[in-house]
């Protein structure tokens, strides 16, 4: 696991915060930092830019796990959320809201380590498939444009549609740009004409 992670922690106890800092510590983390104030999130995670925050709270609300998700940017950064109780809605709440680790039963120092390596793992398989669904939303919107273009072209020129592919694959070669670019520009121009 990288020990190069940057971690912020949010505990409000002293006593709690030195020892969660030296549990990081002898996991190999040094680069920690500690809030007291959940309050301050916000304006931390923009300073310290963390890569994980952890943060331990006895008995979340629904508007603590808002405020988490907002300020922490759940789709940047892992999120490790250690509560001594729940409830189905709030188990749900939180995962809805992106957090990456939903421990109940309070932190303990010996399970610290496994714990925000899986949540740093789960972030980082939850981002890959995130990346992976705009990708394919993107591909079908770049093809429902192609398959429009084509579409102008066929009723304008009176070409097949492997003719009105090919053209649009043309133009796009001969001025160097992408095929998507020139249909999107093709598109665009026929709904100003129409």
């Known amino acids: ?32 930092k500690a809030l007291a104030q959940i309050s301050n999130l916000d304006r931390t995670v923009k300073d310290f830019a963390p890569d994980i925050v952890l943060i ?5 609300d629904r508007d603590t796990l808002e405020h988490i998700t907002y300020a922490t940017e759940t ?13 189905d809605t709030l188990t749900k709440a939180a995962l809805n809201a992106g957090v990456s680790a939903y421990v109940v039963d309070g932190l ?7 714990v925000l390596e899986t949540a740093i793992a789960r972030f980082q398989i939850m981002r890959q498939m995130q990346s992976e669904l705009n990708a394919a939303k993107q591909a079908l919107e770049d093809r429902k444009t192609i398959d429009r273009a084509k ?7 009176g070409m097949s549609e492997d003719e009105a592919y090919n053209l649009l694959r043309k133009t796009a070669m001969s001025q160097g740009r992408k095929v998507i670019n020139v249909a999107h520009a093709l598109v665009t121009a026929a709904d100003l004409l129409t």
């Open 1 to 32: 696991m990288n020990e190069d992670l940057r971690i912020l922690v949010v505990e409000p106890n002293r006593d709690r915060v030195c020892a969660i800092v030296d549990a990081l510590n002898a996991a190999g983390w040094s680069d920690v």
């Open 108 to 114: 303990q120092m010996d399970r610290i380590k496994p």
């Open 75 to 87: 789709t940047k950064r892992a999120v490790a959320l250690f509560v001594d109780q729940t409830d």
């Open 56 to 60: 331990d709270l006895a008995n979340p």
């Open 151 to 157: 579409g102008i072209l066929m009723r304008q020129r």
